[in-house]
């Protein structure tokens, strides 16, 4: 099966597809009519588990000259399995030109999926669907005297579900555009392309972008663009940098115009983005701060990673990060549901935000790992493991199984990562039902990553269906007394802002660290269709906050060589030079420093302060 960025994909849904502007169809031929009620075994919810598209399959024998493969009945409609197809015989769709009207209904198995339609050799179309059944109306050209439609799914481990075929011809038919998303885009211009369209005399353009109540403002309309034999591109200058724009595009045959296609909404192609600079906290108090960076050009939103920072009090063994997956609630050993080979953010599955995944399987209190044409992998969030020498321990409850029978043999790989690089490997290999595995690890740092590998596993020159199932996940490490231990907070997404405020608690022991990511949509050049993705940039520097906490011991000045005064405005301090001054509200924070030398001027805010003089502390009042 196919695997791609999902980015933006539930945009993309489709419950109903084109409608069309055609003149009469006096012509109109049925040529497929197919309601598959003849395959009566299983149901929508429970298909049949015998492949019927073999040859002495009720497939052909029911359908002449249909075919296929792993196409199960489902109670009066079609499963087409994962990795299968159902293809129609051979048929002549040459009439009316061979422009076709091609209507089925369709449904995916899993959440989210989709469905190829081919007509022959031509490039097939897909079409995003969800678990909800979806009439699909489409036209097409290139029918001809010896053709055949084939149905594939897309991006779904457990197929798709169809039902109600229907296949018509006229001249009238006109096939709308396939619009592409350009790759040329730079804010002030762009080239519009699509395929040709097999018969049309020529094409209408439309660009525009949309004012505040959403009603288009053109910057073309109707545009007529010229017929090309493979590839019709126009291209579109003059635009504004930073206005978002769209295009739609419709088919002209003769006296027939389809009806629009589907609307692009242009996006810049960016090929990097820098990586913010983080400037200090602000409004740093025991109740939270702001967090500060620069904006980052071409930037959309950004991502705020914030770690606690906590001084250790007594020595010990610390759990520095655990993971018992009791969010994940999809799913059972035995009937799992799967991620992408692609790659899953974890974070509304786990505790701790962080965690990344590919070829995930899903399992109510497990995470799994199920290989599919690639390794299955697991990455922790960053941890903090510098403290120990580095080393420390990983404790993790699991068990390999094939369908529902624990497995013997099966060996898992460990990674320790600081940043791109492997500093340790440690393997594992599985005994049974599921118990506690313990390796000693080393190569801690302050970003350390461990990474789970599971392979497709090879028994006996055979590789197995395997999948690997955690239960709990632990990192212990000892501490000493004065360690500072940091942990991961969370990942905080923000709108295209330059700050973001945190409500936590801060103390003398307890401090937070920040990083920034920047993040922006590109576009991503592929065959037959380019696609939108999100480019984030490299992180930030590290910014530490810390509550400034003056000295308890306060005591009264006048008893030193020091006096303190509180005027409008400021704080005035007589003591001999040379002796450090140091201002600071109530809550901490640092209003101003200076060494005096003889008689030193702070300004502060009215209010009650305090003043640092040397290495005692006293508490004025600011008018």
Not at 78 to 83: C, T
Not at 140 to 145: N, R
Not at 278 to 288: L, P, Q
Not at 475 to 481: C, K, N, P
């Amino acid at each position: 099966m196919t695997k791609r960025l999902l980015f933006l994909m539930t945009t993309l849904i489709m419950t109903g597809f084109w409608s069309f502007s055609l003149q009469a169809q006096d012509d109109l031929t049925v040529i497929i009519d197919q309601n598959f009620d003849a395959f009566t075994e299983g149901s929508e919810s429970a298909p049949a588990t015998t492949d019927i598209s073999g040859y002495g399959g009720k497939l052909r024998s029911t359908l002449t000259g249909w075919s296929g493969s792993k196409v199960y009945e489902a109670g009066g409609c079609l499963l087409i399995g994962d990795g299968g197809n159902l293809q129609t015989a051979y048929t002549n769709m040459s009439s009316g030109g061979g422009n076709l009207r091609v209507s089925f209904r369709v449904r995916s198995i899993d959440d989210l999926g989709g469905v190829q339609v081919q007509l022959g050799y031509n490039s097939a179309q897909t079409y995003y669907i969800n678990n909800e059944w979806a009439q699909i109306s489409v036209i097409m050209t290139g029918g001809t005297s010896y053709t055949y439609l084939r149905f594939t799914p897309y991006l779904t481990f457990n197929g798709v579900l169809i039902d109600d075929l229907k296949v018509e011809s006229s001249q009238a038919f006109v096939a709308a555009p396939i619009v592409e998303q350009p790759i040329d885009a730079t804010g002030t211009s762009f080239t519009a392309s699509w395929r040709a369209i097999t018969g049309a005399t020529g094409y209408l353009l439309d660009v525009y972008s949309r004012d505040a109540s959403g009603q288009p403002q053109y910057v073309l309309q109707d545009q007529e663009v010229p017929t090309s034999s493979y590839s019709v591109r126009y291209q579109v200058t003059g635009l504004t940098d930073g206005v978002q724009y769209y295009y739609r595009a419709r088919t002209v045959k003769g006296d027939n115009v389809s009806d629009y296609s589907e609307e692009i909404a242009v996006v810049k192609f960016i090929q990097s983005l820098d990586a913010p600079i983080a400037t200090d906290a602000t409004e740093v108090d025991e109740n939270g701060f702001v967090a500060n960076w620069e904006p980052v050009a071409d930037a959309t939103s950004y991502k705020v990673s914030l770690f606690k920072q906590e001084t250790i009090s007594q020595a010990g063994d610390m759990e520095m990060l655990v993971e018992d997956f009791a969010k994940v609630t999809k799913g059972t050993i035995t009937s799992t549901e799967y991620g992408t080979s692609m790659g899953d953010y974890l974070d509304n599955d786990t505790q701790q935000p962080g965690w990344y995944g590919t070829n995930i399987a899903y399992a109510a209190g497990y995470m799994g790992l199920a290989p599919y044409s690639s390794n299955a992998t697991l990455i922790t969030p960053a941890i903090n493991l510098s403290n120990n020498g580095g080393n420390f321990q990983l404790t993790l409850n699991m068990a390999s199984y094939y369908s529902s029978t624990p497995q013997t043999g099966d060996v898992l790989t460990i990674n320790v990562y600081q940043d791109d690089n492997v500093v340790d490997e440690a393997t594992v290999t599985l005994d049974g039902a599921f118990k506690d595995y313990t390796l000693d690890l080393t190569g801690g740092s302050e970003m350390t990553y461990i990474k789970l590998v599971w392979p497709e596993q090879k028994l006996e020159s055979e590789y197995t269906g395997h999948k690997l199932f955690i239960d709990d996940f632990k990192v212990t490490q000892h501490v000493e007394a004065g360690d500072q231990v940091v942990a991961p907070v969370g990942i905080f997404p923000v709108e295209n802002v330059t700050s973001c405020h945190f409500e936590v608690p801060l103390s003398e022991k307890i401090a937070y660290l920040y990083q920034v990511r920047a993040y922006a949509p590109t576009v991503i050049s592929s065959y037959p269709n380019n696609y939108v993705a999100e480019i984030a940039s490299g992180l930030s520097n590290t910014v530490l906050v810390e509550l400034v906490v003056p000295s308890t011991a306060v005591t009264d000045v006048r008893t030193t060589q020091a006096r303190v005064t509180g005027t409008t405005g400021a704080v005035v301090v007589d003591a001999p030079a040379g002796t450090p001054v140091t201002v600071v509200d109530m809550a901490g924070r640092l209003l101003g420093t200076a060494v005096s030398n003889g008689s030193v001027t702070i300004p502060a805010h009215t209010g009650v302060v305090i003043v640092k003089v040397g290495n005692t502390a006293t508490k004025t009042i600011v008018k």
